[in-house]
């Protein structure tokens, strides 16, 4: 009796047809005389619907096909399982993929995700919701609002947004953020909640972030004028400064004078003006190329 390998696709991520992922998916399943479970998912019920199906299978992996929200999804269905997720990379921006250096074709993602050891790595709960990347408030998330909006997708949409989200900027939110650190009170452009070190645009916004270290950054930015943005769009994250600070914990409190835009894991969750946060440590198990396997 064959095995069963878990397929969960994403059938709208990245607005980009899937069917060429399927079907070598399913030729490379088969070649390993594995049985191909496949599940499309649909936006209702999708975390009941997945763990039934991994109860009537038990697959030895589940493989994700989609970004960083499809990839929590499974994650949330899983979270009382041992299994290993393996990913290909399938949405608008792949933050988590991008993080884990995974490559850029099918075939070599579909060898990592059958076949590689695996990394745990943390969640961040913020407000009782999952994050298992990178969530934020402020101008990214007012950024993320608009894409959502728009009918152009990938990042050349994300790049369009970028810069008409930067013209209509609001004016900076004051911040009061709390935990086992002086407490801090400021000005800010955008507070990100960082479990890992790029955005899936391959902007670097937290340099020195792990995923396993069970302890999540707070990434502040006070000022984001072009120049500053500049240079972290180019690599240059200017950490000594009066411009940005960090704060790396495993507990904080945010709370902002105003309503600000906030996101996880790039989607748009409305405005918030109380954040409570908390590491939750170990929760995924995540195939990982070999070259970064007890690296990161």
Known sequence: MKNNIMLVVNPISGDVDKSELIDATTIFAGNENLNLVIYNTSGASDIENIKVLYETYNPERIIVAGG???????AEAMENHDVIIGIIPAGSANGLAVDLNLPSTIEENLEIAFHNDYMEIDMISINGKKSIHLSDLGVNAEMIKNYENSSIRGKWGYAIQTVTTLIDLDDPFTATITGDFE???CTARMIVIANS?????????NPNGVMDDGKFELVILKNLDLVVLGKIISGNMPLDSEDVEIISTDKAMVRTNVPVSFQIDGEYCGTETNLNIEILPKQMKVAIPNLISGII
């Open 68 to 74: 960083d929200g499809t990839i929590k999804i499974v």
């Open 183 to 185: 407490t801090i009170k």
């Open 197 to 205: 070190q790029k955005y899936g645009t391959g902007v670097s916004i």
